[in-house]
């Protein structure tokens, strides 16, 4: 399975500023994948990260709140901006792997005051 | 969209004894069925999956089963040990076409010693 790792692995923020999150994996991918896991709950699929396209978004979450960049295919940065205190999650990447299955980063957990 | 709903929500099991965690899902075109494994801090981490041309599947202590017809599938744990003591989701997707994971809300499992 691929290495991915994110960066930062937990930050506290401030409401109204944003946080980039960025995830690396060590080999080539098609697509990689945002989650969202809020506090003790499941995970939902914010969106799909395609290099030199842009991203497609879930049902109930926007281009301007979670901008996302795909420079290439071993690099992703989600960002979310205007932060909230409801915006306090574990944010998580993931990719494919071969065939179906799919990997996770180790997260970055947010928590906004 | 697909909807996942996994029970029971937590299950506590004396060690030695069986657990076991059911799954519906409602998309039809789903055809791969993952199940992870999260940790207090830690994250999901794939432990067994299957996909829609298999009705069962083993791996040591680790057992899933799909059933096609009435769109459900289990996950079986046999001699269940404390670090089997954690968070498991159940996650549906048409891997053939998106690799979007939709999941369960999780079932958080207590294995008493």
């Known amino acids: 399975s691929a290495v991915i790792s994110q960066k930062p692995s937990r930050d506290i923020c401030q409401r109204g500023t944003s946080l980039t999150i960025q995830c690396q994996v060590d080999?080539?991918?098609?697509?990689m994948f945002w989650y969202r896991q809020q506090p003790g709950q499941s995970l939902t699929l914010i969106a799909t990260?395609?290099?030199?396209?842009?991203?497609?978004?879930e049902s109930g979450f926007v281009i301007d709140k979670f901008p996302i960049s795909r420079p290439n295919l071993t690099f992703s940065t989600l960002t979310v901006s205007n932060l909230s205190p409801e915006d306090s999650s574990i944010y998580l990447c993931?990719?494919?792997?071969?065939?179906?299955?799919?990997?996770f980063g180790p997260g970055t957990r947010l928590t906004v005051t | 969209g697909e909807n996942v709903e996994q029970h029971p929500s937590t299950l506590s099991v004396q060690e030695g004894d069986s657990a076991v965690i059911k799954c519906t899902y409602s998309d039809s075109a789903s055809n791969y069925f993952p199940w992870y494994k999260q940790e207090l801090g830690k994250r999901p981490q794939l432990i067994i999956d299957i996909r829609s041309n298999v009705g069962e599947k083993k791996d040591q202590r680790i057992a899933v089963t799909l059933n096609k017809t009435a769109k459900h599938f289990s996950l079986h744990i046999t001699e269940t040990q404390p670090e089997d003591s954690a968070v498991y989701f159940c996650?549906?997707?048409?891997?053939?076409?998106?690799?979007?994971?939709?999941f369960g809300a999780g079932t958080t499992v207590t294995v008493r010693a």
């Open positions: 996650a549906a997707s048409r891997a053939f076409n998106d690799y979007k994971l939709s």
């Open positions: 080999s080539q991918v098609t697509m």
């Open positions: 990260a395609n290099q030199g396209s842009e991203a497609t978004y």
């Open positions: 993931s990719v494919p792997g071969d065939p179906y299955e799919q990997y």
